[in-house]
């Protein structure tokens, strides 16, 4: 049974730069919810998708947006980088909006320079 | 939102001995998890624990909802706990984990 998966591990990008990081969820989870963890804090809810849409955002800038495939899959976009947005991104997965335990997948390390 | 208070911040235990790590929460909750991050970043489910008590191997956790505390317990401590404990809550009808700032637990052999 896979858990959830993350690429890239590492991603090193530039000041002004656009990335995009992905997630495929644990086999039978249809939910995915992404976290932004800053060095030495714990994780900050970004947003999370269901049925292919975005159901709840956190406190961040427009910068940040994602996308579910129907696979359940999914993607973050970070445009216009800054370098506080150096962070571990971590996706977690779920199955359907109720109050279900979550998993999460290793993470990726983004450094911006 | 809703607020997550992890104690102790650090932990400095000597190998063999017990510990407990406590998360006090600010609003009802029908969702509270246990993790243990490793060093490359890893969240390790230890436990989904909405309330009621949950053993597994030499760690346990008690959710008292009602006073809206949980409790972890590591017993006869190894190297190989050491790492960053965090407490998560989901507040009801939020379906979003709120994470405490966590607790450095660092086992000396």
């Known amino acids: 049974d896979a858990g959830v998966t993350q690429s890239p591990t590492h991603l090193i990008k530039t000041r002004g730069q656009q990335v995009t990081l992905r997630c495929s969820p644990k086999s039978g989870h249809d939910t995915v919810s992404w976290y932004q963890q800053a060095l030495g804090q714990g994780p900050q809810f970004i947003f999370q998708y269901y049925e292919e849409e975005e159901r709840q955002r956190g406190n961040f800038p427009d910068r940040f947006s994602g996308h579910q495939f129907p696979n359940y899959s999914s993607e973050l976009n970070v445009n216009a980088l800054l370098l506080g947005d150096s962070a571990l991104y971590l996706c977690?997965?779920?199955?359907?909006?109720?109050?279900?335990?979550?998993?999460f997948g290793p993470g990726t390390r983004l450094t911006v320079t | 939102g809703i607020q997550v208070e992890q104690s102790p911040p650090d932990l400095i235990l000597q190998e063999g001995a017990n510990s407990t790590l406590r998360c006090n929460f600010s609003?009802?909750?029908?969702?509270l998890q246990w993790f243990h991050q490793n060093p490359w970043g890893q969240l390790i489910n230890l436990f989904y624990i909405p309330s009621g008590t949950k053993q597994n191997g030499r760690l346990s956790a008690t959710t008292v909802a009602t006073e809206r505390y949980s409790l972890l317990y590591i017993s006869s401590s190894q190297t190989t706990d050491s790492g960053v404990y965090f407490c998560?809550?989901?507040?009801?009808?939020?379906?979003?984990?709120?994470f405490g700032a966590g607790t450095t637990v660092t086992v000396r052999a």
């Open positions: 977690a997965s779920s199955q359907g909006l109720s109050s279900y335990e979550q998993y």
């Open positions: 998560a809550v989901e507040k009801i009808n939020d379906y979003k984990l709120s």
């Open positions: 609003d009802s909750v029908n969702n």
